[in-house]
Nanobody, 123 residues
Framework: QVQLVESGGGLVQAGGSLRLSCAGS????????AGWFRQAPGKEREFVAA????????YYADSVKGRFTISRDNAKNMVYLQMNSLKPEDTAVYHC????????????????WGQGTQVTVSS
């Protein structure tokens, strides 16, 4: 069993930066691939970024490529999402997720989810 807790969300002006953190519990968290997804009001959940269990491979949605960076520290059971050059359209609740096996942009393939952290970008 893995539990995920996100933090680091908040209100920021367009062009600003935020760093989201995802704390994973359980001895096996470091063996799971992880991903970040977001959901804005009235919209479907959207893939943002994913990372392999080792951190050696990453994958991004086109909408955030070049602005966001996903990383992890397995010694601390942490996954991060550094968000730069934020835009109002990045406003959403951001969720961390974990899954066995290879990382994926398909939310349905993830086994564990956090409660989410709100990110609001003002124009």
């Amino acid at each position: 069993q893995v539990q995920l807790v996100e933090s680091g969300g908040g209100l920021v002006q367009a062009g600003g930066s935020l760093r989201l953190s995802c704390a994973g519990s359980g001895r096996t968290f470091s063996t799971y691939a992880a991903g970040w997804f977001r959901q804005a009001p009235g919209k479907e959940r959207e893939f943002v970024a994913a990372i392999s269990w080792s951190g050696g491979s990453t994958y991004y949605a086109d909408s955030v490529k070049g602005r966001f960076t996903i990383s992890r520290d397995n010694a601390k059971n942490m996954v991060y999402l550094q968000m730069n050059s934020l835009k109002p359209e990045d406003t959403a609740v951001y969720h961390c997720a974990a899954r066995r096996g290879i990382y994926s942009d398909y939310g349905g393939g993830y086994d564990y989810w956090g409660q989410g952290t709100q990110v609001t970008v003002s124009s």
